[in-house]
């Protein structure tokens, strides 16, 4: 069954002039320098709040509402959102390579929106790209087959000069796809693997979300977990799976531990990598994933461990050990990754420029920029002279990060395996290899700094 539209559809005149008051605000000025974003250096100290973990949910069957709500934050603190089905984040949903997900998404804001289901293999009319935005009160239904392997994706929307807005007040959540593979490995289950949506907010002066953007992206004053406030996790002595989502706007977290014992890495946006890595420091920017293991055996009970961005010198989370757990181990091999061969046949270059352009060019939502033929591995070559950071998302496929020159010079083990986002700094040329090959059809490619990409550093192409 296609996805198709239920509720009134939304014409292009009717999206603009929706929008039309965000576009005239970005024009205007309304992107000037924002007041009072000086950081605490450690927000998170005093009370600490349990750390709220979403409802999960089989996507066969799932209504999913995006509505303004009244969400808890901890310690007795709640504040109006944007939340898809009440919860923020969203309903972590669960499934396997081979099921099926149908999901009807009811839009109970005011905006149009869409959901698009990141890191997903969709074809168009299941990926929320902006030209299938619903407005008030209509509904979508989504039908796909989860070609998937096992890996962390998420869901957001994706409405085009809305996303930033959207996703700041809440709507995002977890989609996690299991299989075979990932089950012959005995990772830590059940209570022992953790999801973790990292983002950051701010509040006005009543104390509920707000939204504020400027063009360098929303960075907000105070982080949140899971939309807990000063969270806290009662842990054993053993080894838990973490599962982290970058689901902010605009901030890069480098996460640590802060007695100083390794994270170590068993996966990223595509799902398993080959082999463990231990690394003392992990950089995560907005819509990448990691999939970590903790170990926390031979810790004292009552022993107190943070996990830390050390950008912003931010307490995140604070674990309590307790009692001895149950026997997990950490695996050395993890999965089998067959590499993209190259030479490619084509190599494209994309240049972000500036704050809203790919290639010299705004987004335009009925432009297609370029055609990719379908099953054919080709290199993509990202470029930028300034204004970055850009994260840097492909819709409709993986791909393997090749070099980088520039900048940093250098990749990342978080940068190994399969990925859909790949962080762009300044001045640095990153080179992947891309195959389209589960559908063909319209697609997007952006910057997933979201104030970027509403501002229009964003590009149709065509897989045929």
Same mark, same amino acid.
């Given at each position: ?6 509720g009134?559809?939304?014409?292009r005149?009717?999206?603009l ?8 605000w ?5 992107l ?14 005093g009370t600490?709040n ?6 999960t ?6 209504? %999913?509402?995006?509505a303004?709500?009244t969400v808890p %934050? ?7 959102? *944007?939340?898809? +089905?009440?919860?923020l ?7 396997r390579?081979?099921?099926?997900a ?5 839009n ?8 698009? *289901? ?6 168009h ?8 935005a619903?407005?008030p009160?209509?509904t ?10 096992a890996?962390l ?10 996303t ?34 990292? #983002? ?9 979300m707000?939204?504020?953007p400027?063009?360098g992206?929303f ?6 977990i899971?939309?807990?406030? +000063?969270?806290?996790?009662?842990v ?6 973490f ?10 977290f480098?996460l640590?531990?802060?007695n ?5 890495l ?10 463990t ?11 990448? #994933?990691?999939d ?6 031979? %810790?004292? +009970? ?9 950008r ?18 950490i695996?050395t091999?993890?999965s ?25 060019r ?7 920029d ?21 994260p ?11 070099? #980088?020159?520039?900048g ?5 083990s978080?940068?190994?395996? *399969?990925?859909?986002t ?16 589960a ?21 149709n192409?065509?897989?045929?």
């Amino acid at each position: 069954m296609a996805s198709q539209h239920i509720g009134p559809p939304l014409s292009r005149r009717a999206f603009l002039g929706a929008v039309g008051g965000s576009a005239a605000w970005f024009a205007t000025g309304g992107l000037g320098a924002l007041a009072g974003t000086t950081l605490a250096a450690k927000p998170g100290g005093g009370t600490r709040n349990p750390l709220y973990l979403p409802p999960t949910v089989s996507p066969a069957g799932l209504g %999913l509402t995006a509505a303004a709500g009244t969400v808890p %934050l901890g310690g007795g603190k709640t504040s109006t959102a *944007w939340v898809y +089905n009440g919860s923020l984040p969203g309903p972590t949903i669960v499934a396997r390579t081979g099921d099926r997900a149908t999901i009807a998404l009811t839009n109970g804001l005011a905006q149009p929106t869409t959901t698009h *289901w990141h890191g997903m293999l969709v074809d168009h009319g299941n990926d929320g790209h902006p030209m299938e935005a619903i407005g008030p009160g209509g509904t979508y239904a989504y039908d796909f087959p989860i070609l998937n392997r096992a890996a962390l994706n998420w869901y957001h929307p994706h409405p085009h000069m809305l996303t930033g807005e959207q996703v700041a007040m809440g709507l995002a959540g977890a989609f996690i796809v299991r299989d075979a593979v990932e089950d012959a490995l005995g990772l830590p289950g059940g209570a022992y693997e953790i999801p973790l949506v990292l #983002r950051d907010t701010r509040f006005d002066p009543a104390g509920n979300m707000q939204y504020k953007p400027r063009s360098g992206g929303f960075e907000g004053p105070i982080p949140l977990i899971n939309g807990t406030l +000063n969270p806290k996790l009662d842990v054993l002595q053993t080894i838990y799976r973490f599962r982290a989502l970058g689901g902010s706007n605009a901030r890069i977290f480098r996460l640590a531990l802060g007695n100083g014992r390794p994270l170590y890495l068993i996966g990223n946006d595509g799902g398993l990598l080959a082999s463990t890595v231990q690394e003392s420091q992990i950089d995560l920017a907005p819509g990448e #994933r990691l999939d970590l293991l903790v170990d926390f055996r031979g %810790l004292a +009970n009552g022993t107190k461990v943070t996990l830390r961005d050390l950008r912003a010198g931010w307490d995140l989370l604070e674990f309590n050990v307790g009692d001895p757990g149950p026997s997990f181990t950490i695996p050395t091999t993890l999965s089998t990754i067959t590499p993209l061969a190259g030479p490619s046949a084509v190599t494209r270059r994309f240049s972000f420029d500036g704050m809203t352009k790919i290639n010299g060019r705004e987004y335009d939502m009925e432009r297609i920029d370029f055609s990719v033929p379908f099953g054919t591995i080709e290199r993509w070559r990202f470029t930028t002279s300034g204004n970055a950071p850009h994260p840097v998302h492909v819709h409709g496929a993986s791909f393997q990060v090749v070099s #980088r020159s520039g900048g940093r010079g250098r990749t990342y083990s978080w940068e190994q395996g *399969w990925k859909d986002t790949v962080l762009l700094e300044d001045r640095e040329t990153v080179d992947v290899f891309v195959r389209f090959d589960a559908y063909r059809g319209v697609y997007l490619m952006h910057c997933h700094k979201l104030e970027h990409e509403d501002m229009g550093m964003m590009s149709n192409f065509e897989v045929i």
